[in-house]
């Protein structure tokens, strides 16, 4: 079972920065960083997510993930937009945009996640 640790949260609560620990493939412990979607962000189909170089392996030595950036990912829509949901999605956009640099500090601040 993987252990979840809250790190931060966006400003309108839109995005959270958590650590996952636990278990993987192999009985090799991991830990990783993670953002999780919701409210406007779910609804809007934004996300958030992390640069990272090629793919740990699990054959029992425990993994730590490193980053080397973040990046924002929105799904294609096929839906028209009254004015409101238009402006509410732009408001996401500019909250995931916020939020990313905050991550890209804390990654900065926090060397154990950053790769060079």
Not at 92 to 103: G, P
């Amino acid at each position: 079972m993987a252990e979840i640790e809250k790190l931060l949260q966006s400003k309108n609560g839109n995005f959270i920065l958590y650590k996952q620990s636990g278990i993987g493939n192999n009985e090799t412990p991991y830990e990783e960083l993670r953002v999780r979607s919701e409210g406007e962000a779910e609804k809007h189909v934004v996300e958030i997510r992390f640069d990272y170089r090629g793919c740990p392996r699990f054959e029992g030595a425990p993994v730590h993930y490193k980053y080397t950036g973040v990046n924002i990912s929105h799904g294609m829509r096929m839906k028209v937009d009254t004015l409101n949901e238009t402006l509410e999605y732009i408001a996401v956009l500019q909250e995931a945009y916020d939020f990313a640099n905050t991550i890209l500090r804390y990654i900065e601040q926090n060397e154990e996640w950053l790769d060079y």
